[in-house]
């Protein structure tokens, strides 16, 4: 069974440049999270979805980040201007059910010169 | 607030020797409790899970977490470490109180070496 797969792996941009990820959850998963990991710092939570809506974007910074997950299967991530305080692991996850464990993709490393 | 700390930032530990990674959780109710591990350029791995019941849950390649809700602790164990156990590992707690809005805090991981 394929896991979660993101893509990019690796994108470098100009600031104030846009960028966007998109990530294919686990089929049968409704729960989707997008997550942004700095270096040596856990996950921290930017949206989560139960199937195409969300349900918790209190952390999504709305000024420039957006996110859609349309007929509640794949999902993008966008950013309109990024920023150099930007640049981070953009981790996608996926669960059955929100209150089970998520299955982690390997994360797209955002690079703003 | 909600938090959760794993207090070291690198545990050393040799290679057939008993390993511990310590958690604590400052979340109210009857949180769920993960543990992930995460291996370079790869993405975060699920370990094992504390829902309800045995205090004692076991999970993959070993591992083992002891949960003690009086301390409020999720300790992550395994008897006897290997080489390649030398990883990231994450703490995370779910809150399940509609109050706190079913959010997952993960720690800020701590660094396991195993030296042969």
């Known amino acids: 069974e394929a896991g979660v797969v993101q893509s990019p792996r690796y994108k470098i941009i100009e600031k104030k440049q846009p960028v966007a990820f998109w990530c294919n959850p686990i089929?049968?998963?409704?729960?989707l999270y997008w997550y942004l990991q700095n270096l040596g710092q856990g996950p921290e939570l930017l949206i989560r979805?139960?199937?195409?809506?969300?349900?918790?974007d209190s952390q999504l910074p709305k000024d420039r980040f957006s996110a859609e997950r349309l007929k509640g299967v794949d999902s993008t991530l966008k950013i309109q201007p990024a920023e150099l305080g930007d640049s981070a692991v953009y981790l996608c996850?996926?669960?059955?059910?929100?209150?089970?464990?998520?299955?982690f993709g390997q994360g797209t490393r955002l690079t703003v010169v | 607030a909600q938090s959760v700390a794993q207090p070291e930032d690198q545990v050393n530990v040799a290679e057939g020797n008993p390993l511990t990674v310590k958690c604590t959780y400052s979340v109210s109710g009857n949180p769920y409790l993960f543990w992930y591990v995460q291996y370079p350029n790869r993405g975060l791995q699920f370990l094992l899970k504390y829902i309800t019941g045995d205090n004692l849950v076991k999970g993959s390649y070993g591992f083992e977490a002891e949960f003690n809700k009086s301390q409020t602790s999720f300790h992550l164990k395994k008897p006897s470490a290997l080489v390649s156990d030398s990883a990231l590992y994450f703490c995370a707690v779910r809150d399940t109180r509609n109050t706190g809005g079913f959010k997952t805090i993960f720690g800020a991981g701590t660094r396991l070496f195993v030296k042969a």
């Open positions: 979805y139960e199937n195409e809506e969300a349900v918790d």
């Open positions: 996850a996926s669960s059955l059910k929100s209150n089970t464990e998520a299955f």
């Open positions: 089929s049968g998963h409704n729960t």
